[in-house]
């Protein structure tokens, strides 16, 4: 059969019209075998469509991988001849895994740079507050110290003597005194009556709070409880959080101190810092981001009266020196329901208003001389608000107080104790006749000793 063929291809170039154009070419192919190649032009055609072939095909195989080669080395994503789009460029598993904990390192870094931020932020402000203080104290003048015997009456005993002397012998025998300090009754002592504070006794802890909601919160007892609950119900709010909603009740302080609640309830608005109070069977409270005050009633779990506090600071306008938006704070005393706040009239300084406990509305107001960013906290007792020096100092002082009966602010230096270093809440019970406390997680207390009331 190829020799046939052969002589059909020399018939052909021995033709006079083809032997000046075609053309015939021997050689060997890859494998080594002997091939010949005729060349014959298209006597009609004067080019040929391009047909790819097999070894076209082939050759841009291989040159489709080599590319796809140079791409995956050099980064790139190149779409390779004859394939698709990133076929061969895509990452290795193993380049995707580093790449996945690079990213998972450099987000634990970063959440980690945030918190030690956020630390020493909370250490500059506490470094300024002990700065403050120590300059509070250097311009304080030393207090004269009271003569002992106007506080302590004198026992004095002989011990010791000799029997001869006692018996008249003759000569000089020693005499030896034993002096004993004995506290005078205190006559203007009157925890039942309603005058000026006199001391405040040592912190007594009730409860740490179980995890970082509660590193600043609020606990109360209403002075005169509501049905369904009773006289000893304690209430309590951890506030950390920006959507504070749960009112924790228990029956008694030993529920408390175990911590047992026998009721939860979920307030329909959120509230604001540490500034709430129970009265009368309601809650009384500020709502977040605004100066709207609210009373929640606690037997119906309904809002009874809502109302704004007119210009009063919110959300940071004018807080306690602690901060933590501190800027409206509600007591309850033996003269009834109280705000302390600040206006931008007033200016930073304390105003205390007289609220109506049914409406809210504000009957009365007093503005005072006292800076509220200077001072700690403060507390309502018997009409008078007094203000605590520092929230962080161990041993600090009560160390203003104003009557809202006289209008009148005196200075004073009562002693007071931050045991855990960061008292965020500070008010007068008048359920116990203590203060309650939120001290850096703890629940604490503290006695009170009253002055007798003042005729006028």
């Given at each position: 059969?190829?020799?046939?063929?052969?002589?059909?291809?020399?018939?052909?170039?021995?033709?006079?019209?083809?032997?000046?154009?075609?053309?015939?070419?021997?050689?060997?192919?890859?494998?080594?075998?002997?091939?010949?190649?005729?060349?014959?032009?298209?006597?009609?055609?004067?080019?040929?469509?391009?047909?790819?072939?097999?070894?076209?095909?082939?050759?841009?195989?291989?040159?489709?991988?080599?590319?796809?080669?140079?791409?995956?080395?050099?980064?790139?994503?190149?779409?390779?001849?004859?394939?698709?789009?990133?076929?061969?460029?895509?990452?290795?598993?193993?380049?995707?895994?580093?790449?996945?904990?690079?990213?998972?390192?450099?987000?634990?870094?970063?959440?980690?740079?945030?918190?030690?931020?956020?630390?020493?932020?909370?250490?500059?402000?506490?470094?300024?507050?002990?700065?403050?203080?120590?300059?509070?104290?250097?311009?304080?003048?030393?207090?004269?110290?009271?003569?002992m015997a106007a506080a302590t009456a004198t026992h004095v005993s002989l011990v010791g003597l000799d029997s001869?002397?006692?018996?008249?012998?003759?000569?000089?025998?020693?005499?030896?005194?034993?002096?004993?300090?004995?506290?005078?009754?205190?006559?203007?002592?009157?925890?039942?009556?309603?005058?000026?504070?006199?001391?405040?006794?040592?912190?007594?802890?009730?409860?740490?709070?179980?995890?970082?909601?509660?590193?600043?919160?609020?606990?109360?007892?209403?002075?005169?409880?509501?049905?369904?609950?009773?006289?000893?119900?304690?209430?309590?709010?951890?506030?950390?959080?920006?959507?504070?909603?749960?009112?924790?009740?228990?029956?008694?302080?030993?529920?408390?101190?175990?911590?047992?609640?026998?009721?939860?309830?979920?307030?329909?608005?959120?509230?604001?810092?540490?500034?709430?109070?129970?009265?009368?069977?309601?809650?009384?409270?500020?709502?977040?981001?605004?100066?709207?005050?609210?009373?929640?009633?606690?037997?119906?779990?309904?809002?009874?009266?809502?109302?704004?506090?007119?210009?009063?600071?919110?959300?940071?306008?004018?807080?306690?020196?602690?901060?933590?938006?501190?800027?409206?704070?509600?007591?309850?005393?033996?003269?009834?329901?109280?705000?302390?706040?600040?206006?931008?009239?007033?200016?930073?300084?304390?105003?205390?208003?007289?609220?109506?406990?049914?409406?809210?509305?504000?009957?009365?107001?007093?503005?005072?001389?006292?800076?509220?960013?200077?001072?700690?906290?403060?507390?309502?007792?018997?009409?008078?608000?007094?203000?605590?020096?520092?929230?962080?100092?161990?041993?600090t002082t009560i160390n203003q107080v104003y009557d809202t009966a006289t209008s009148q602010l005196k200075a004073?230096?009562?002693?007071?104790?931050?045991?855990?270093?960061?008292n965020s809440m500070i008010d007068y019970s008048l359920a116990q006749r203590k203060l309650f406390a939120w001290?850096?997680?703890?629940?604490?207390?503290?006695?009170?000793?009253?002055?007798?009331?003042?005729?006028?």
């Amino acid at each position: 059969m190829f020799f046939l063929s052969l002589l059909c291809i020399c018939g052909l170039l021995l033709r006079g019209d083809a032997q000046d154009r075609a053309s015939l070419w021997r050689g060997n192919d890859r494998s080594g075998r002997c091939q010949y190649t005729f060349t014959v032009p298209s006597p009609a055609e004067a080019t040929c469509p391009q047909a790819g072939g097999p070894e076209l095909d082939g050759l841009k195989a291989r040159l489709g991988v080599l590319e796809a080669l140079v791409a995956q080395l050099g980064g790139k994503d190149v779409q390779p001849r004859g394939g698709q789009p990133g076929a061969a460029a895509r990452p290795q598993p193993e380049l995707q895994e580093a790449l996945s904990r690079a990213v998972a390192e450099r987000n634990l870094l970063q959440g980690e740079k945030e918190r030690l931020q956020r630390e020493l932020d909370t250490l500059k402000l506490r470094m300024e507050e002990m700065r403050r203080e120590t300059e509070r104290l250097r311009s304080r003048p030393c207090l004269s110290q009271s003569p002992m015997a106007a506080a302590t009456a004198t026992h004095v005993s002989l011990v010791g003597l000799d029997s001869t002397w006692l018996h008249g012998a003759q000569g000089f025998q020693e005499v030896k005194a034993e002096v004993t300090e004995v506290p005078a009754p205190d006559g203007n002592v009157d925890n039942t009556g309603c005058g000026q504070l006199i001391s405040v006794g040592e912190p007594v802890t009730h409860r740490k709070a179980d995890n970082i909601a509660g590193k600043y919160g609020v606990w109360m007892q209403d002075p005169e409880a509501v049905s369904p609950y009773g006289a000893s119900m304690l209430w309590r709010i951890d506030t950390i959080g920006t959507e504070v909603r749960q009112l924790y009740g228990y029956d008694d302080m030993e529920q408390l101190s175990k911590g047992f609640p026998s009721k939860v309830l979920l307030l329909p608005d959120p509230l604001e810092s540490t500034g709430a109070t129970i009265y009368r069977g309601s809650l009384y409270y500020q709502r977040r981001l605004s100066r709207t005050l609210i009373r929640y009633d606690l037997a119906s779990e309904n809002v009874a009266a809502r109302r704004e506090l007119p210009h009063a600071g919110f959300h940071g306008q004018f807080p306690y020196s602690w901060g933590g938006y501190t800027d409206i704070d509600l007591s309850v005393d033996e003269k009834g329901l109280w705000a302390v706040y600040s206006t931008s009239k007033a200016q930073g300084a304390i105003v205390i208003s007289k609220l109506d406990p049914h409406s809210l509305e504000v009957k009365r107001s007093w503005e005072t001389s006292i800076r509220k960013a200077s001072v700690a906290n403060s507390f309502m007792i018997c009409g008078k608000l007094y203000t605590v020096a520092s929230y962080a100092a161990r041993d600090t002082t009560i160390n203003q107080v104003y009557d809202t009966a006289t209008s009148q602010l005196k200075a004073v230096s009562i002693p007071f104790k931050n045991k855990y270093g960061y008292n965020s809440m500070i008010d007068y019970s008048l359920a116990q006749r203590k203060l309650f406390a939120w001290d850096n997680f703890h629940l604490v207390s503290y006695d009170l000793r009253l002055g007798r009331q003042q005729a006028n």
